[in-house]
């Protein structure tokens, strides 16, 4: 059978490549920035947002409910996140929205004024998977532009929601401006794939790790069932990282982790992970640099369109 996936990757063989300062474990963490950009009549939008905590769908008018729970996550959620991450000194990837950074504008500028970096997440929360390629383009340039405005800089990295079309990660390439992309979740370590003429960096991401296991049907209930996962995941890498390179991704939501009820697990997290020597807090960014130059490939820049 004739197919271009690949179930062998490194194969048990990875790269001999060690994160700054001799660290066991690249640890990123993504705070997914979606609010004001799920689907909503009020915005203009085909239909509303029916994917939350509860599953009520409200057709032919605005969900006034859905949008409430939606407006949480700027509102509460990221004051909550932003003091934890400051408190624990983690830089991190925002994953925004165009459209959420053009409602709630502060937070790309409190986010790249702590230090964190500012990723793109689509302009809706919509997936791609069949957007013909002139319209994917569009959005693709439309969220750019967007995040360009919010962060003051453009974003290198970018992360669909779930399912990319055949096109994206070449059109994301052919845009120029994008040093990695996170639509893959198939490896524990970044990898690299050659699109276009271009060597690009492929940083897997992970839903296990990931506080939409919150959500109906997930298996998350208390914070600490999220703390006792990601510790889990985070000792088993921590330990393989002795002896080869590791990467984990911890996946937080605004509307989701930045509850009270749930808070308390991503600082139980927090505590573990700090406290061990050797772990790096990254930037998404930052390790897709890292891991090119540990490949040997030339620092990274984006091309002209």
Known sequence: MQHDRDFRGYG?????????????????????????????????????EGVYEVQEPIEGVRDLCMESHFEYGPRAGWPRIRALLARYGVQATLNANGRALAFSPWIAREAVADGHEVAAHGWRWERHAHMTEEEERRVIARTVAAIAEAAGTPPCGWHTRSATSVNTRRLLVEQGGFLYDSNAYNDDLPYVVEVGGRDHVVLPYAFDTNDMRFQ?????VFGDDFARYCIDAFDRLYEEGASAPRMMSVGLH????????????????????????????????AIARHWRAGLGLPDWAPAAP
């Open 254 to 285: 605004l509307r989701i982790i930045g509850r009270p009820g749930r808070i308390g697990g991503l600082e139980r997290f927090l505590t573990h992970a700090a406290s061990k020597p050797g772990v790096w807090f990254a930037r998404r960014a």
């Open 216 to 220: 109906r049907g997930g298996g998350f």
């Open 12 to 48: 048990g063989t990875p790269p001999a490549i060690r994160w700054p300062d001799g660290a066991r474990l690249a640890v990123s963490v993504v705070v997914n920035v979606e609010e004001g950009a799920e689907l909503s009549l009020g915005h203009g939008d085909e239909a509303n």
